[in-house]
Nanobody, 124 residues
Framework: QVRLVESGGGLVQAGDSLRLSCAAS????????MGWFRQAPGKEREFVAS????????EYADSVKDRFTISRDNAKNTVYLQMNSLKAEDTAVYYC?????????????????WGQGTQVTVYS
């Protein structure tokens, strides 16, 4: 099993920045691809970003490309989501995700493990 604990959510104004963190435990962190999803009220959960276990390959949803950046620190077993130029439509619960992959796998969009989520609210 993989345990994922998100932090860093909060209430911010449109145009501000926020950084989410997710600490992983239970399996070697460098064996996991990591990602972020979000779910807004009344909407389905949607993919936001992911990063491969090796080589730093990333994938982004079109809605966040050029505003959000996913990164990982293998020494700290932590993945980050830097969110800039936040918009009201970014308001959602953000979930950290993990997936066991092979070394050469690209950044995935489907995952095996999920965190409990952290609320991000952007007001205009």
């Amino acid at each position: 099993q993989v345990r994922l604990v998100e932090s860093g959510g909060g209430l911010v104004q449109a145009g501000d920045s926020l950084r989410l963190s997710c600490a992983a435990s239970g399996r070697p962190f460098n064996s996991l691809a990591m990602g972020w999803f979000r779910q807004a009220p009344g909407k389905e959960r949607e993919f936001v970003a992911s990063i491969s276990r090796s080589f730093g390959n990333t994938e982004y949803a079109d809605s966040v490309k050029d505003r959000f950046t996913i990164s990982r620190d293998n020494a700290k077993n932590t993945v980050y989501l830097q969110m800039n130029s936040l918009k009201a439509e970014d308001t959602a619960v953000y979930y950290c995700t993990a997936k066991r992959t092979i070394v050469t796998a690209p950044a995935p969009t489907e995952f095996d493990f999920w965190g409990q989520g952290t609320q991000v609210t952007v007001y205009s």
